[in-house]
């Protein structure tokens, strides 16, 4: 099953006893396969139309807001990028491609940031 960017997936829709790891999909996922979470296998029938408030999400290693991007490790693969909105104590792994994406394929979001280098100074110092 293929993921399409602005997907959620939702371990609560299924698994209320779980740890409740929220992802958004927010580019690639042709090869999607499945999400490990608490033992169980995220797929599509984990989808939501949108983010549940739900008390009793328990967070992990991964904190909210993280990207894991699978072309970071994988530069042929269909380059799935998931952000992870609550929960995740429980998380293993994502399947895409035939490749595993676990917390070492995190990129942290830094906000006010830029990505490239530092811009240098184009003027002399003086007074103005």
Known sequence: MALKKGDILDEFKRYQHACGLIVKVMGGGEGFEKIVCCGHDL?????VPDVAIV????KGDLPPAVVLDEKKLHPDSCGLRVMIIDGGAGFTEIRCCGHSLTASSMKE??????????????APPGTA
């Open 43 to 47: 797929t599509e029938e984990d989808l």
């Open 55 to 58: 008390r009793g999400r328990k």
């Open 109 to 122: 979001l830094t906000y006010g940031q830029l990505r490239g280098p530092a811009p240098g100074q184009n």
